[in-house]
């Protein structure tokens, strides 16, 4: 058999790795060149013991062996007559330690590989349980966190139910509040134009009655209730809008509950096989999230926990406002009661001062006419004195003109002197009468006028009273009304 080229390095004398593989760079190397890295030198010895092989144990780099390769080849010559010298290289020895240890190396390296299959396939079984029950867990922890966001959602659900309530439960306590502060105006407006009408009396009977005084009263009792009304109507102002911020927290947790439950519910059923799927490079160091599990549960906590106190203090504000809707509306309707009660006391003691002063009226016009009568009888009297008085007084001017002796201070002179004095007496007796009739007549007049004076004070404060008070508090509101109701 002809040797032809270079020959071939024994494999038991190449340096031994330390893997089980080759390294890829050298296997690489070793398919491109299948040349030996060592070629004879034609003017070397041909005998080459083991020990020189044991020895060499540095081999040259690739490089170097090319150019070596390439100068023994361009210098070496291969001649049938140099077969002499191409004798035995080898020894039987030698030949069989090689196949040996040809025969363990791939006997280590078939196990070795035989390991790496099990180790391998053992691995990838492992991670793929590994894989399956991680993504198992994470499922199930989506679906914990779905559960957590049924639960939250229902309980936001609830409240804000709860709170659309309790605000259409508050406009409508504020409506009747606001409807009864409106029903106030009128029983207001009313009291103050009684007192007003009333200042139109005249004389004596613009007097600080009873009646006065319950009108003063009445008109602070509704200026007081007002005053309280817009204090409550304010607070229930302030606390819709309390509501309705609590309201519109909850209702933007609820949407974001939402959004959330949406999301994880698609990524609760996203499966190996999904489609939508794919590679997101680094968005596992990416962590945007700016909360916890704790801080999570206790922010849609906090926030209900708030919804519930404004829903506490608006309920309690309601009651406040109806047990104010009550107490105004009795303040205002006791009041209204008493004042009707004075009007109708006050009423009654004028008619029945009028009817006194009628009384007295009609008397003193009868007995202005019975003095009149008597003056008018005094009158005639007195006129019926003078002719007596002539008379007399004629009978003593005659008499006096007797002659001498006749003119004698006889029985008939005595008596009539005594008769003259008598009527001059009985007329004096008579005027003196005449003018006490006569002052007695003035006096009466003077009362009669004071009396028609009285009566036109008094009919005009009936008039005020009656007419023009009372009916205007006829229109006074029900107490329906007065509570908020239409």
Known sequence: MELIGSTLTATYARPKSSHFLPAISTMASSYRNPQAALVMNPNASLWRTNSYYK???????PSIQRENLDLVRAKTVLYPSNRSALTTRYT???????????YRESESSRKSAERLRRDTIRLMQDKEQLTRRTQENTSKNIGERLNDIVFWKS???????????EIAALNEVKRRLERALAETEGPLQVSQECLYHRERRMSIDLVHDDVEKDLIKEVEVIKSCQERMRRHLDRAIAQLASNRAAQHELERDLS???????????CHHLRNTSDGIGYYRGIDRLDPSISLPDSWSKFTDDNILHSQSERAASHKLRDEIEILLNATSNEMWNQFNNVNVAFTNRISETGDAKNSLQTHLAKTLQEIFQTEMLIESIKKALRDKESPLKVAQTRLEERVRRPNIELCRDNPHHRLVSEVREIEDTIRKLQERLMEAENTLQTLVKTKVSLEHDLSVKANSLFLDQEKCMSMRKSFPSMPRLVGYT
């Open 55 to 61: 020895s060499n144990s540095t081999i040259p780099s």
């Open 92 to 102: 039987p020895d030698d030949w069989y330690k090689s196949n040996h240890n040809n």
């Open 155 to 165: 309980e936001l659900s609830h409240e804000i139910d709860n709170m659309v309530t």
């Open 256 to 266: 974001d509950k939402l959004t959330a439950q949406r999301i994880d519910q698609r």
